[in-house]
Each structure stands twice: as C-alpha cells, then as structure tokens.
C-alpha cells in the first residue's frame, strides 16, 4: 500500500510562486507514475501535470504549461509541482497521485489511471 503526503500548500500573491511537494512511502517509488490534480468546491477532479516512472515523459494541462514544471526525486521519493506565475484561478486543493506502470515513458491525464491519492494541500492567490 502506497501513501502519499502533499505540502508547500498556502497563501501567495498573484504573480507568485509556489513548490509543491508529494513524499511517497510504502512502495518502490521508481516504478510509478506520479501526477498532481487539482478540485475546486463541488467541481470534479482535474489534471494538471504528470511524469513518468522515468522522469523522460511529462504531460501538462494546457492551462498550466509554461507555468508549472513538474519533477521528481527518486532518491527522496518525492515529487514536485513548481508553480510560477500564479493566478487566483489556480486557487485550488491540490492532489498527488500515483500509479504503478511497466513503461518507462507512458504518463495519464485521467482520474482512473491512478490508484493512490494523497489527501491534498490547499493553494490559495490572492489578487
């Protein structure tokens, strides 16, 4: 069983930035996919950014490309979600997600293509 833990959620201006970190324990970190998603109040889960097991595929929601990077650190089991640039629009809970895949390169943008999910970290802009 896999847990995932999301920080560096919290108040920012507009124009700001932020760095959001997932730790993950309790599996073999380099053979899973990691994404971020964000929701709003009564609104579905979104996509924002994944990476491969690998770290050679990334994938972005158009709204965030150019704005956010995401990363990973095998070493520390963690991944990261920069995020430059913020707009209060992106005033969200975050979510980390994860799932075991055989591809080096394959990355989902869907709910269903991941089973863990961390409990989330708030990201509040203010204009």
């Known amino acids: 069983q ?3 833990v999301e920080s560096g959620g919290g108040l920012v201006q507009a124009g700001g930035s ?11 970190f380099t053979t899973y996919v990691m994404a971020w998603f964000l929701q709003a109040p009564g609104k579905e889960r979104e996509f924002v950014a994944t990476i491969s097991r690998s770290g050679i595929s990334t994938a972005y929601a158009d709204a965030v490309k150019g704005r956010f990077t995401i990363s990973r650190d095998d070493a520390k089991n963690t991944v990261y979600l920069q995020m430059n640039s913020l707009r209060p629009q992106d005033s969200d809970v975050y979510y980390c ?17 991941y089973r863990y999910w961390g409990l989330g970290t708030q990201v509040t802009v203010s204009s």
């Open 97 to 113: 997600a994860a799932t075991k895949s055989w591809s080096n390169s394959w990355v989902g943008t869907a709910i269903a293509d």
């Open 18 to 28: 932020l760095r959001l970190s997932c730790t993950a324990s309790g599996g073999n």
């Open 2 to 4: 896999v847990q995932l």
